[in-house]
């Protein structure tokens, strides 16, 4: 028996790193604020807001349509089909994207397997 652990492809890291930097900002902007509000309105950091969060939003978007690599075959595994789910076992019953929740248990994907060479993985 191989009880070696399975491979991951880190996909949950890229929103983990997302909302690690978002939060980040925001304590930037906080912490460097002004004391008066009309004062903080007109700073670079408030003029700095709207863009960042359109662009956390984009990338948001983005990250979760690339799809990944599988690690044991290194073909192309799609992030968007129906998948079952490792806590209840059901499948979703439509095609959805791997970081969204079950439809029954509301659990996170946390394993999924490859279309290819059918080896699971970690997300």
């Known amino acids: 028996m191989d009880n070696s652990p399975e491979k991951a492809v880190f996909f949950h890291f890229r929103f983990k790193f997302l909302a690690?930097?978002?939060?980040a900002f925001l304590l930037y902007i906080i912490l460097t604020g002004a004391s008066e509000?009309?004062?903080f309105a007109s700073s670079p950091q408030f003029k700095l807001m709207g863009p960042f969060f359109l662009l956390?939003?984009?990338?948001?978007l983005i990250f979760r349509r690339v799809p990944i690599k599988c690690p044991h075959c290194f073909r192309l595994v799609s992030t968007k089909k129906d998948w079952t789910c490792c806590e209840c076992g059901k499948a979703q019953g439509k095609v959805r994207y791997l970081v969204d929740k079950c439809l029954h248990c509301k659990q996170v994907q946390g394993v999924s397997t490859c279309d290819h060479c059918n080896k699971s993985?970690?997300?």
């Open 20 to 23: 690690v930097t978002t939060i």
């Open 37 to 39: 509000l009309d004062q």
């Open 56 to 60: 956390a939003g984009i990338s948001f």
């Open 121 to 123: 993985f970690r997300l």
